[in-house]
C-alpha cells in the first residue's frame, strides 16, 4: 500500500475515533476547544474559560452549559463539569512523543471533525501562560490549527492522546502540553475540584532593562534585578512593605535578574508560607520577609506576579 493511502486511512480513522470526543468551549470570537476526558468531565485550556459557567457545543450539535470543576491558570488548565451523554471519552497514550513522532490534531468544525497532521518538531519547549507565567515542556509539532483550537487534542496514530494544543506559533508550528504522568495528576486533581492555587506578590514589574534605564536618568548606580511598577492593595507585597519604584535583585537567596526568576521563587513557596526578598530602595538595601495566607491567591489579572 502506498505511503499516501496509509496516511489517507490513518487519518479517516482517527477522525472516527476522536471526534466524538472533541468539543467547543464558549461562543462568538471566544470560541475554543476541550476534550471529553471522563464521564460529565471536560479537558480544555484555563484561557477558554469566562467564569464560572460556559457553553459546551458537542460533534453531535447538541450545546449544554457546564461548570467550571477546577482551574489552574498559571499552568492554563482547566476541569469543565458538564453533561456529555453521547460523546465519546478519549483514552490516554501511554507513550511519551519525542521528535519525529507523527501526530494529528482534532479539532471540531461544522460538517464534523478536522483532523491534519504533522510530526512532533521539538520537545521542552516554553511559553507564557495567561497570566504571563513560563509554561515549559511543551510540544511543539507541525500538524495545522485554525483559530479556536486551544483546548483541542493532539494524538498518536493510535487516536491516544499525547497532548492539549494550547498555542499557535508562527511559521506553521504550534505547542501543546504534553500529557504526561505530572499532566494527568494535574488534571486528576481538577477533576475532584481542586483548583491550584499558587502565592503572588500581587505586583507588576518591569525586566532589568528598563530598571537600569530609570537608575541611570536618576544618577543611581546598575543593579540587576526586577522593577516593582506598581502594588495591589491588601496584596502580600503591600502588607510586607513593598513600594512602587523598589528594585527586587534577590529572593529566597538567590539572584533576581529577570521576571522568570521571580516566578522561579513563588513557585518553591507553599500555602502559609514567606519570601525573604532584598530589595534596593534609591541607594539603600533593604531585606522584607513576604507572608502568604494560607490558600494562596490566585486573584486578579494580567501580568502581576
Known sequence: MAVTEELAQAISGVGEAVGGSVVRVGGGWRTGSGVVVGDGLVLTNAHNVRGDATIVSFADGRRAEAELKGIDVDGDLAVLAVDT????????????????????????????????????????????????????????????????????????????????????LANGFYLALPTDEALR?????????????????????????????????????????????????GSPAATAGIAEGDLIVEAAGKPIRQPDDVYDALGGVHSGGSLSLRLVRGAEERTLEVHFDAGGD????GPVH
Open 85 to 168: 451523554s453521547g460523546a465519546s471519552v478519549i483514552g490516554w497514550s501511554d507513550a511519551a512523543a519525542h521528535i519525529g513522532t507523527p501526530v494529528f490534531a482534532v479539532t471540531g468544525a461544522e460538517s464534523g471533525a478536522r483532523v491534519t497532521f504533522g510530526f512532533v518538531s521539538s520537545v521542552a519547549r516554553a511559553f507564557r501562560g495567561p497570566r504571563g507565567r513560563r509554561i515549559s515542556g511543551s510540544l511543539e509539532h507541525t500538524a495545522p490549527l485554525a483559530p479556536g483550537s486551544s483546548g483541542s487534542p493532539l494524538v498518536d496514530a493510535n487516536g491516544k492522546l499525547v497532548g492539549l494544543n494550547t498555542n499557535r
Open 298 to 301: 490566585t486573584a486578579g489579572s
Open 185 to 233: 495528576g494535574r488534571v486528576a486533581a481538577l477533576q475532584r475540584g481542586e483548583s491550584a492555587e499558587r502565592p503572588r506578590l500581587g505586583i507588576g514589574i518591569a525586566p532589568s532593562f528598563v530598571a537600569h534605564r530609570m537608575r541611570r536618568a536618576v544618577g543611581l548606580p546598575e543593579r540587576d534585578g526586577v522593577l516593582v511598577r506598581e502594588v495591589e492593595d
